[in-house]
């Protein structure tokens, strides 16, 4: 840390903050299982560079991680294939909704970011083509980052998304007709859908995402993940399209890269420094958690661990 101070004591008071704040916002419901979850759930879980993690509320319950696996599909992706993945997807925010279609057409089937839909569907168009099982592979991966045998995703939650994913059933084929797109869509989706149905808790996730507060590296034994380079353009992605047209605000208020999903989870990042996940699942009109920004507006400054 960088400054001497009582985290833990700043999440608890954070943690009384939300919990006296109406909890405004709606599930996922467009996703049918994600409706069903419990909406009072709240979790939060830091994972410090120095080792002293602590967590709070809900933070060893797992849930749908969504969109926030766009980090993880992007990392693999980019292991792989290095800077020529910027030929396939642009690196400047979207300025637009999570799903939208309007900016493929201007710029030929190239999404503006990996971060939203169009642009994950593109990685995993790539690990598609790059792994021999994507599914099983991608999966590995991800144990590997926090070593968590145990990880699953959720059939019932792929499923239900692909029952009614008529948008980026739109998205995928769009692209392809761009040429932008080099597998059979519907493989393409099925395991996009199966991505985003990652099951974690807050714990799992941030220290997952340790690496990317670590310069590239795990923190349990400093093993390679990507370079110190990689990761900070990966944060630095996370800075200005984590939130889709929300990411400034996330900026403004928070801090600090970034990634939610529509599961109600958000993760943040803290380079050399710490990691966070949080959970609460309804969200704001944007689709980001409504208590989760919250939270970590009001962590970063009571306690001043933010980037800026
Ligand atoms: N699986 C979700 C979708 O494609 C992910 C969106 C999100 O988390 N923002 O709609």
Do not use: H
Request: proline share 4%; charged share 25%.
């Amino acid at each position: 840390m960088n400054r001497v101070v009582n985290y833990q004591q700043c999440i608890k008071e954070s943690y009384q903050y939300v919990k006296n704040l109406p909890s405004k916002g709606a599930l996922a419901d467009y996703i049918p299982e994600l409706a069903r979850v419990d909406d009072s759930k709240f979790g939060a879980y830091m994972t410090n560079l120095d080792g002293e993690d602590f967590g709070i509320g809900d933070d060893l319950e797992k849930f749908s991680i969504q969109s926030i696996s766009k980090v993880l599909t992007l990392t693999m992706a980019y292991q792989k294939l290095g800077e020529k993945i910027w030929e396939r997807v642009d690196v400047e925010p979207s300025g637009a909704k999570f799903d939208s279609l309007i900016l493929l057409d201007t710029n030929k089937g190239i999404p503006r970011n990996p971060f939203i839909n169009s642009g994950a569907i593109v990685v995993c168009d790539i690990l598609v083509s790059q792994l021999g099982d994507p599914k099983k592979e991608f999966l590995q991966f991800v144990r590997d980052l926090a070593d968590l045998p145990e990880l699953e995703y959720s059939k019932e939650i792929a499923s239900s998304e692909k029952s009614c994913g008529y948008r980026n059933v739109a998205l995928c084929n769009y692209i392809k007709s761009f040429g932008n797109i080099e597998n059979d869509p519907s493989e393409v989706l099925d395991f996009y859908f199966l991505a985003c149905s990652l099951m974690m808790t807050c714990q799992e996730l941030s220290q997952c995402f340790g690496f990317l507060a670590n310069r590239g590296r795990r923190i349990a034994d400093g093993k390679k993940i990507v370079s110190s380079s990689q990761s900070k353009r990966l944060n630095a992605l996370m800075m200005t399209c984590g939130f889709y047209d929300e990411s400034g605000e996330f900026a403004f208020g928070v801090g600090l890269p970034g990634k939610s999903g529509v599961g109600g989870g958000i993760v943040a990042v803290y380079p050399k420094n710490y990691t966070f996940a949080v959970w609460s699942p309804k969200l704001n009109l944007k689709g980001n958690s409504y208590l989760g920004m919250k939270f970590l507006e009001d962590f970063t400054t009571r306690s001043e661990l933010t980037i800026f």
